[in-house]
C-alpha cells in the first residue's frame, strides 16, 4: 500500500555515512541550542504560556495548536480574539459553556474555523473535563504505551471526540483528524509535543502518561521540504507516514525524545530562513551550518504573565 510504513524498516538517516550523520546531529544540536526559549515570540505556544494554572494551559494549548495554520499574524491575531472569550480562566469558561453562551463567538473566525465549529469544540472539551477531569486524562485513556508510535492513539482520541460531540460530530471534524484517514495530524501532534515534553522551557510536560518516544513530528509544508533535504525521509506526500518516516530518523540521535529539535526545526520556516528546502549547497545564506550567526529575538512574556 502506498505511504505504508513497514515494520522494522531502517530510518532513512541511518543508511546515511555515520560521519555525515554526526555532522547532521552537531547542527541539530546548534539549532536547538540557538532557539531556545527566548522565541517563543514566534510560536503559538506563546499564547499557551500567557496562563500558569495546568487545566488552563491545557484548553489555551488545545485552541493554539488547531489554530496553528496561515501566517504567524493571522494566527496571533485569531488567538488574541479568542483569548477575550476564554477569559483568564479557560478551563472554568469551558466548564460552563452551552448554547446560550454562543452569542460571545459570533465574528471570531479563524480561516474556515468559526462560531459554529468554535463553540462544538467547546462542547467537545467540557464533556472530555466530565468524563476524565481532563483533556489529558481523556487522551490519556487512549494511549497504549505498546503502540510504536502515536498514531493509534490519535486514531482513538479522534473517534470519541467525535462521538462526544454527538450532533455537532461534522463540527469538530477538523479539530480531530486521524491518521488512518490520511492526515498529517500536524496540529494534534503539535498539541502532544507542547503538553508531553517539558523541561527546557518551551514545552510544558503536563500529560507524563503519554511516552515522550510516541510522539510525531508535527508535519507542516515548510518542515515537510527541510526534513527531506535534510535525508530524514525519502517520502515527497506530506502525509502521517512521511512525518512517521521523519521522527523515526530523528529517534536514531534520541530514540526516547524524537520530536525534540521540532520546535528549532520549524523557525526556519517561520522565520523564512529556509529558502523552500532547496539542498543546503543552492542555499549559500542556509543557517543550519553556520547557526551561531544568527541573531537572537527580544526575551518571550514568562509564563503566567498577563497578556
Not at 58 to 81: H, K, P, T
Not at 127 to 136: K, N, P, Q
Not at 221 to 229: D, E, I, Q
Amino acid at each position: 500500500m502506498p505511504g505504508r510504513i513497514v515494520p522494522g524498516a531502517a530510518p532513512p538517516i541511518s543508511l546515511r555515512p555515520a560521519p555525515e550523520r554526526a555532522r547532521l546531529r552537531q547542527r541539530l544540536e546548534r539549532l536547538y541550542a540557538t532557539f531556545d526559549a527566548t522565541w517563543l515570540s514566534t510560536d503559538p505556544l506563546e499564547f499557551v504560556h500567557r496562563y500558569s494554572r495546568p487545566e488552563d494551559q491545557e484548553i489555551a494549548a488545545f485552541f493554539a495548536a488547531s489554530f496553528a495554520f496561515g501566517n504567524v499574524r493571522a494566527i496571533r491575531a485569531s488567538l488574541d480574539r479568542l483569548q477575550t472569550v476564554l477569559g483568564p480562566d479557560p478551563a472554568e469558561r469551558v466548564d460552563r459553556f452551552d448554547r446560550k453562551d454562543r452569542a460571545t463567538l459570533e465574528g471570531l473566525y479563524h480561516r474556515w474555523i468559526g462560531p459554529r465549529e468554535i463553540a462544538a469544540a467547546l462542547g467537545a472539551l467540557r464533556a472530555m473535563r466530565t468524563h476524565a477531569g481532563s483533556i489529558g486524562g481523556f487522551f490519556g485513556a487512549c494511549v497504549d504505551t505498546a503502540d510504536r508510535d502515536i498514531g493509534p492513539a490519535l486514531d482513538r482520541f479522534g473517534q470519541r471526540a467525535r462521538s462526544l460531540a454527538g450532533r455537532e460530530a461534522d463540527a469538530v471534524r477538523s479539530f480531530f483528524p486521524m491518521p488512518s484517514h490520511g492526515s498529517a495530524c500536524k496540529r494534534l501532534a503539535l498539541l502532544l509535543r507542547w503538553m508531553v515534553r517539558g523541561g527546557d522551557g518551551l514545552d510544558l510536560g503536563l500529560w507524563p502518561g503519554v511516552p515522550r518516544r510516541q510522539l510525531v513530528l508535527p508535519l507542516d509544508t515548510h518542515l515537510a521540504r527541510l526534513v527531506r533535504v535534510l535525508g530524514l525521509t525519502e517520502r515527497r506526500t506530506p502525509g502521517w507516514a512521511t512525518a512517521v518516516e521523519a521522527t523515526r530518523s530523528l529517534a536514531v540521535f534520541d530514540p526516547e525524545d524524537p520530536v525534540k529539535y521540532d520546535f528549532s526545526l520549524s523557525r526556519l520556516g517561520i522565520l523564512d530562513l529556509c529558502l523552500h528546502g532547496r539542498p543546503a549547497g543552492e542555499c549559500p545564506g542556509c543557517p543550519v551550518p553556520r547557526v551561531r550567526a544568527l541573531g537572537r529575538p527580544a526575551p518571550a512574556r514568562r509564563a503566567g504573565a498577563a497578556a
